[in-house]
Each structure stands twice: as structure tokens, then as C-alpha cells.
């Protein structure tokens, strides 16, 4: 039976708990922050629950404690940690340790909820860069390169390992955010029906989900980048099959209050000579896209747009696009729905199936026509509306297209992944 105590809530500067000493006296509560004394009090709050759980302790019944430090005691411009513990009177028995709070004085917690804008673009909501930045500028002189963005994603997880910052509404947006998509898509993945009993013996298509969550999580996180930054307009999905990404990308969409729109034939491939597919390939009928949709997406965010892109276009022209997720597979889909380009925001972000990663050098896009590449015809179309692109592969077969000059870049996936790992680490009930 030694010293026993537990620190139940801190906010602010005020911590409460309860504390026991085998000698029945009262406990005597500490306060420390860099070694300072810097708040005490006697325990002695009527504590019914502990009483209940050690009924051996003689004053068990009244060892409660609330222990204010005085603000003038605190730093107010700094991350620190406060030691708590607990000291019996008898010098004859053990002190114990309530634990150690890490803290951030009010005038941080202040600046960083009224972060000023930092005009810094990058692949992070803008907010959330002008948090880091007033916390540590030098975190946010390079976001397009890799290891910039890694020295970001450590910054941010510094900010986010203290409570008190981590409420920095910015930072509790993007984060609850996070938290939902990656949960959706992993149930998505879990329960989407894996199995496709229309496919051809040899076919490409037996397989119910042919991508990844880890692509379309860096498309549903550049929504929300892209959304941070007053990207207004709609997002488009062509290429549904039996509507894998549109479940997760339309949940993503409702989180974020933007319209989606799937264009397919749902019939499948147009015939594609020398392309090594055949027509009907990836067929997922429309009331079958919509179930899967209905039961593990956001339908309601949903406007389906049914038909081959060479006839849907003839007359429908879209309503202005901030994001476009194609995953046609063939060259001459690619020409006929890029009939909707001018239809994309200047600032726009653009992702494609069919990518590979040596496609992408220092900022290039190499590749040569074929049946079965759908790149060649946007690279083509945005170099004639005067908006030539770069872009990053992403994962899998993905890759993620900007305008040059205007696009706000796409977040690396290896540093996503990092970030929703380090998230994993440091808030493990949350993620
Ligand atoms: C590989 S699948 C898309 C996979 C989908 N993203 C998923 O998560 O399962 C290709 C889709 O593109 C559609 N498609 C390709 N070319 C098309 C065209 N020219 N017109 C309409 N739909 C087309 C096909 O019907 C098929 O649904």
C-alpha cells in the first residue's frame, strides 16, 4: 500500500485529481515547471468514487484536490511542460508523480488561433500553414519538395502534440477531417464488394476495386487544400465502374459541401483498337454504381451523368470544376472528355489512372501517345488553352496534374502517409 494518485483534468491552469498516503494524512499537491515550485495545495475534496475503489485508505473519502496555478507563474509565449506530484507529510513515505502536462502559455495559444495569412501556396490547407508559420517559419520555405513538405508535417506534429494548440480551430477542422475520410475509406475497402461476375475469363476487370485507398485519399485531401484556398466549383469523377472511388470520393465531397458529378457509360470501354481492351470492360451498370453509392457513399452530393463522353458533351457543357479524377484507361476517352477543360478553375488540380512514375522529372511530364495512355490528350489540351501542366506521381498508378504557373501543388503521398501515421502515434483514440 504506497502513495497512489491520478491527475483526472488539467485545462487552462487548473489541474484536479486525488491523492492517498498510507499514513491517512492529507497529500500535499506540487506544481513544477522547469524545476520551479510554481503552485501547491492540501488534498481534502470529498471524493465518494475514491472511497469506493480504496476503501484500505483511512482519509479515502476526502482526498480530492484542485490546484490553480497563478498565471503570472505561467510562460506565456512558450511550450512547457508542468510536473504534478504528490508528496505525503510522513518524509518516511514515497512521493509520487501525477504526471507531467505539456503546456502552451496563452499568448501562444492566442497568436496561433489568430494566426495572421502567411501567402504562402502549398500542398496544405492555408490555414494550417499560417499556423505553422507563425510558429515556425522556417517549417514553410519550401513545400513542394519532399522533404520540405516532411519538415512541415514535423512542425505540425509538434503544434499538435500540445493540447491546448491542437484546438486551434484551423487545426481541429483539418484534422476532424483526416479523421473522417480515413476512416470511411478504410470501412469503403472493407465492405465494397470485391468480386465482379460479369468479367471475361483474362479480363482486366475481375477485380471489384481496381485502385487504391492511399490514391484516392491524396485526391480527397486536395479537395479540402483546394477548398482552403477559395477554389470554388464542382468536382468530377469519370470513370465510375461499380463506383469504388466515387463511394469514397462523394463521402469526401459531402464532408467539404461540394457537388460531384460521375460521367460514365456505364456500359464500360468504347471499343479501343490495339488498346488491349475490349469494349464492355469495367462495366458497372447505373442503378448498381448508385446502390453501392447509396449504401457506402454520399449520393446525395451525387449527379450522375450516363453515356459515352463523345455523345454527353455534344451538348452538355459542366458548371465550373475545382478537381477532375479520370480513370478512363484509354487515350481516345481522354481526347473526348477533355472537351470539358475550359470548364476547370485556373487553379484546378487534375489526377489520373494510367500513371507511372517515370513520367514525372523534376516537374516534366514525359510520355508519347498510345491507345492505352490517357495522358498525351490533357497534356496536349491544357498546353492550347495557354496553362501547361506539371505534376507528382502519387501511388499506384496515379498521378496528380497542376496548371505551372497557377495550381497549388498536390501533397506527396509518402508525406500524407507520414502524416496520417505520425496522427496514428500521437493521437492513437482519435485516428
Ligand atoms: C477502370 S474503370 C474506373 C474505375 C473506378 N475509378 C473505380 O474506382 O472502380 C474505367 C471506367 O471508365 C469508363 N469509361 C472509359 N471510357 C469512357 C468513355 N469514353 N465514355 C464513358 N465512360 C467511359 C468505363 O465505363 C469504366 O467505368
Redesign the pocket.
Known amino acids: 500500500m504506497g502513495t497512489r494518485a491520478h491527475l483526472d483534468a488539467q485545462a487552462l491552469n487548473r489541474f484536479a485529481g486525488w491523492a492517498l498516503a498510507r499514513d491517512g494524512k492529507d497529500v500535499r499537491i506540487e506544481a513544477r515547471i522547469d524545476g520551479q515550485l510554481v503552485g501547491s495545495t492540501i488534498t481534502g475534496g470529498e471524493r465518494p468514487d475514491v472511497e469506493r475503489l480504496c476503501p484500505q485508505y483511512k482519509r479515502s473519502r476526502f482526498c480530492g484536490f484542485s490546484l490553480e496555478v497563478p498565471f503570472d507563474a505561467i510562460p506565456a509565449d512558450r511550450v512547457f511542460d508542468v510536473v504534478v506530484s504528490a508528496h505525503p507529510q510522513s518524509p518516511l513515505l514515497p512521493a509520487a508523480k501525477l504526471g507531467t502536462v505539456r503546456m502552451a502559455g496563452t499568448e501562444l495559444v492566442a497568436k496561433l488561433a489568430n494566426a495572421p495569412r502567411s501567402d504562402i501556396t502549398g500542398p496544405f490547407p492555408s490555414k494550417v500553414i499560417d499556423v505553422v508559420a507563425a510558429m515556425e517559419p522556417a517549417a514553410c520555405t519550401d513545400l513542394e519538395s519532399v522533404i520540405g513538405q516532411k519538415a512541415f508535417v514535423e512542425a505540425l506534429i509538434r503544434v499538435l502534440a500540445v493540447p491546448s494548440l491542437r484546438e486551434t480551430p484551423a487545426l481541429a477542422d483539418y484534422m476532424r477531417y483526416l479523421r473522417a475520410i480515413s476512416a470511411h475509406f478504410a470501412t469503403v475497402d472493407a465492405f465494397f464488394p470485391t468480386g465482379n461476375a460479369a468479367s471475361r475469363a483474362e479480363a482486366h476487370d475481375f477485380h471489384g476495386?481496381?485502385?487504391s485507398v492511399g490514391e484516392i485519399i491524396s485526391i480527397a485531401h486536395q479537395l479540402y487544400v483546394l477548398k482552403s484556398y477559395g477554389i470554388d466549383g464542382d468536382f468530377a469523377e469519370f470513370?465510375?465502374?461499380?463506383g469504388?472511388?466515387s463511394a469514397m470520393l462523394s463521402f469526401a465531397c459531402s464532408q467539404l459541401g461540394v457537388k460531384m458529378h460521375i460521367?460514365?457509360?456505364?456500359?464500360?470501354?468504347?471499343p479501343a483498337p490495339h488498346s488491349g481492351y475490349t469494349a464492355g470492360d469495367?462495366?458497372?451498370g447505373l442503378e448498381e454504381v448508385q446502390e453501392n453509392v447509396r449504401r457506402l457513399g454520399a449520393i446525395d452530393v451525387v449527379t450522375f451523368h450516363k453515356g459515352?463522353?463523345?455523345d454527353t458533351f455534344r451538348e452538355y457543357r459542366p458548371p465550373q470544376l475545382m478537381c477532375l479524377w479520370m480513370?478512363?484507361?484509354?487515350e481516345l476517352?481522354a481526347r473526348?472528355l477533355m472537351v470539358v477543360a475550359d470548364r476547370l478553375h485556373p487553379r484546378a488540380s487534375l489526377f489520373s489512372?494510367e500513371c507511372i512514375g517515370e513520367m514525372f522529372q523534376n516537374g516534366e511530364i514525359i510520355t508519347s501517345p498510345r491507345p492505352d495512355n490517357p495522358i498525351p490528350p490533357v497534356l496536349d489540351k491544357f498546353e492550347e488553352l495557354g496553362r501547361p501542366l506539371t505534376g507528382r506521381f502519387m501511388l499506384g498508378n496515379t498521378g496528380a496534374l497542376w496548371p505551372r504557373e497557377s495550381g497549388i501543388p498536390v501533397l506527396a503521398f509518402e508525406v500524407l502517409d507520414d502524416l496520417l501515421r505520425k496522427l496514428r502515434e500521437i493521437l492513437p483514440r482519435s485516428f
Not at 239 to 242: A, M, Q, R, S, T
Open positions: 476495386k481496381p485502385n470513370g465510375c465502374f461499380k469504388f472511388s460521367f460514365d457509360s456505364f456500359e464500360g470501354l468504347p469495367y462495366a458497372g459515352f463522353y463523345s480513370d478512363v484507361d484509354l476517352s473526348d489512372h
